[in-house]
């Protein structure tokens, strides 16, 4: 353990010692049957797991899985309360799209698809940067991880630069990888079935308001989609372009696409399962079949037809996302239940109103906060987290949408000013090589990308008025 682990761990539990002895507040008001001191003890717990998180102590699902048992051994929760996600219907939607994923990675469908989006486009630099982008937005709905995604299509991109002549580290070179980590991984916001992150945004939101299905999402994010993505690929073309003209081998992507053979059985039946799990999950108000019941017939599908087998479904399933995700999602429910929500209401309301009652202010304001606080907080989902749970029960008292601050929440972790604030692009990089570096090519993109963010809400903002989420 390092020095800084360390340090960590103690301040988290004195920290937490320090909350637990605390008498509660005058007028919190928890849940029936709730001792108010518990409910100082379990805030202490979850302080403590926030600084260790911060801190990384440890791994975070373990951090969260000791918060979620310390919380049950302490009286604070009852076990079925700390575990109770594990049953819900958004954990269980989770588990099929990550299986999901793991096959069509598994199968070869999503590099076969990848390259067959790429290969409709001109070999100029322009069509295949928009190329790379488009072929991002349309894989993404299938298989819920940017970084899945990325470790398909990274070597693909960098090969596409080679082959049009460019070197790494160079400014066009550091397009195609922006064109990449745009499509792959920044659409990851844009469907509800793109990522887990986006499962675990609507267990953030207050009861009543978290009933969203897949179109529910899709249309509420397409202004953000389309403003933000489009500013981004076309700022990022105009400023990262080669100044001489480039072609690609007509037949390069081609032969790439040759060379994985025939569709294989297991590709095809993933193809035909994603296809119907798609389309019921765009069409769940129609036929009312919930879209976790659909995912885990999915995966009895998966599993009865032998397209991934056991093996697979042991290695290839990230399971400790899912403890993490299912840990996570207590966290929400907890404040609740310890009365903090309503409490942090009514002190941080009367300052917070005047902002969530002028859209345009709390968009600026709001995105500006995340991105100072992503300096300090590493972790994507602890810094949704904390401000969702705070943020949608105010914003539904002042006639917002809850889905509005979870969703600006969400879309604004993704900062990559440098380059330990974004795991995903990390990954990215590291999947790549050296096709760019960071402080040498990327700051630039970073800051296209985190302006256009910004943009896509503002744009948002009449068009939420329209639909009726102002």
Not at 115 to 131: C, D, R, S, V
Not at 314 to 339: P, Q
Request: proline letters at 5%; one cysteine or more; aromatic letters at 12%.
């Amino acid at each position: 353990m390092s020095k800084k682990q360390m340090i960590g761990g103690v301040l988290g539990i004195v920290a937490c010692l320090a909350i637990a002895m605390m008498a509660p507040p005058a007028d919190l008001v928890v849940a029936e049957g709730m001792d108010p001191q518990k409910s100082m003890i379990g805030m202490g717990l979850l302080i403590c797991t926030l600084i260790w998180m911060a801190m990384r102590v440890m791994p975070e699902y373990i951090i969260l899985l000791l918060f979620c048992s310390a919380c049950a051994a302490t009286g604070s929760l009852t076990f079925t309360q700390a575990f109770s996600p594990f049953s819900g219907t958004s954990y269980w939607l989770l588990v099929g799209a990550l299986v999901l994923g793991a096959a069509v990675a598994h199968s070869g469908l999503l590099k076969r698809l990848t390259l067959l989006g790429m290969k409709a486009f001109p070999g100029t630099y322009l069509g295949q940067l928009l190329g790379i982008t488009i072929s991002g937005v349309v894989i993404s709905p299938l298989i819920p991880s940017g970084t899945a995604r990325l470790a398909v299509a990274g070597p693909v991109a960098k090969e596409i630069g080679h082959e049009m002549g460019l070197e790494n580290q160079t400014k066009p070179m550091a397009g195609l990888f922006a064109a990449l980590y745009t499509g792959f991984n920044c659409t990851s916001h844009v469907f509800l079935s793109a990522s887990f992150m986006c499962y675990s945004m609507l267990k953030f939101m207050p009861e009543g308001y978290a009933d969203v299905t897949w179109t529910d999402w899709f249309i509420w994010a397409l202004p953000w989609s389309v403003a933000a993505l489009g500013i981004t690929t076309a700022v990022t073309y105009f400023y990262y372009k080669p100044s001489e003209k480039l072609q690609l081998d007509k037949n390069f992507i081609g032969q790439k696409i040759v060379e994985l053979g025939q569709w294989k059985k297991g590709e095809k039946m993933t193809m035909v399962i994603l296809t119907v799990c798609l389309v019921l999950w765009m069409t769940e108000r129609q036929h009312g079949i919930n879209s976790a019941i659909v995912a885990t017939i999915a995966i009895c599908a998966l599993m009865g037809l032998k397209v991934m087998g056991v093996a697979e479904f042991r290695s290839k399933v990230n399971w400790d996302i899912l403890i993490y995700i299912g840990c996570m999602y207590e966290v929400g429910s907890a404040l609740s239940t310890w009365g903090v929500t309503s409490w942090i209401g009514k002190v941080l309301g009367p300052v917070l109103n005047p902002l969530l009652t002028n859209p345009l202010l709390f968009v600026i304001v709001f995105v500006v906060i995340i991105y100072l606080t992503r300096f300090i907080v590493i972790s994507w989902l602890g810094v949704m987290t904390v401000f969702s749970v705070l943020l949608a029960p105010l914003a539904v008292e002042a006639g917002m949408h809850p889905f509005i601050p979870c969703f600006i929440a969400y879309c604004s972790v993704n900062v990559f000013f440098f380059d330990f604030q974004n795991l995903p692009y990390v990954s990215a990089i590291g999947i790549v090589g050296d096709m760019v570096d960071h402080n040498k090519n990327c700051v630039p993109y970073a800051v296209i990308w985190a302006v256009a963010n910004l943009a896509g809400f503002l744009i948002s903002v009449p068009y939420w008025k329209m639909i009726g989420m102002l």
